[in-house]
């Protein structure tokens, strides 16, 4: 019980850990959640103070969730690197340093796949690249790429676990859920655009 709690309490906080916090005052001194979708995750990063900024926010909320992950995997092996997986993600949307607001999970997520499989991680790489150069929105990339990747990759390579399975669909929904504005403006036809040129 103490390694079950101690798991979810080490993966939370690191969670909390927020690249885009961190790059948005050490590079421009100003507060990511003020500007742009005012989400403390990559895309917003990427889109308000530009690659180096993404890119940096990118790698930290990665190697917390990979971080994470291993931590939870040396409390309760594969279990504890699911259950990690999970409150990293939870940590990184809501956390609780900075007032629950946070980002939405999506590279946090992908950490924890690379930590589980790097054959999910390939094709996860894959199908987002692929995604979002034909139509141009991360969202949508992001959201397809955990809600269809994960659940496939369940059965496509072999998992028998329903924890697996169970942890998979939770981080899937999480994503649709963390992802409902833009959804709402995907709908309408007013989502922004990521410019490749730009």
Known sequence: ?????????????????????????????????????????????????GIKAGALTFIVDLLKSILACFIGMKLLGLNGVLLAGIFVVIG?????????KGGKGIASSFGFIIFLDYKIA??????????????????????????LVLPISYI????????????????ASLS??????????LVNGNENKINFKK
Not at 19 to 26: R, S
Not at 92 to 100: D, G, Y
Request: hydrophobic fraction near 55%.
């Open 1 to 49: 019980m103490f390694n079950f709690i101690s798991c979810i309490i080490i993966a939370y906080i690191l969670g909390n850990i927020s690249g885009g916090m961190i790059f948005g005052k050490l590079l421009f001194n100003k507060d990511i959640r003020d500007y742009g979708s005012k989400n403390a995750g990559t895309t917003n990063a990427l889109r308000v103070f």
């Open 92 to 100: 990184h949307n809501w956390p609780i340093f900075l007032n629950f």
């Open 122 to 147: 390939i094709v996860a790489i894959i199908m987002f690249i692929t995604i979002v150069v034909l139509t141009k929105y991360i969202s949508l990339g992001s959201m397809l790429t955990t809600t």
């Open 156 to 171: 496509f390579f072999g998992y028998r676990n329903i924890y697996v399975l169970l942890t998979f669909l939770f981080l």
């Open 176 to 185: 649709i859920f963390r992802h409902k504005s833009n959804i709402i403006r």
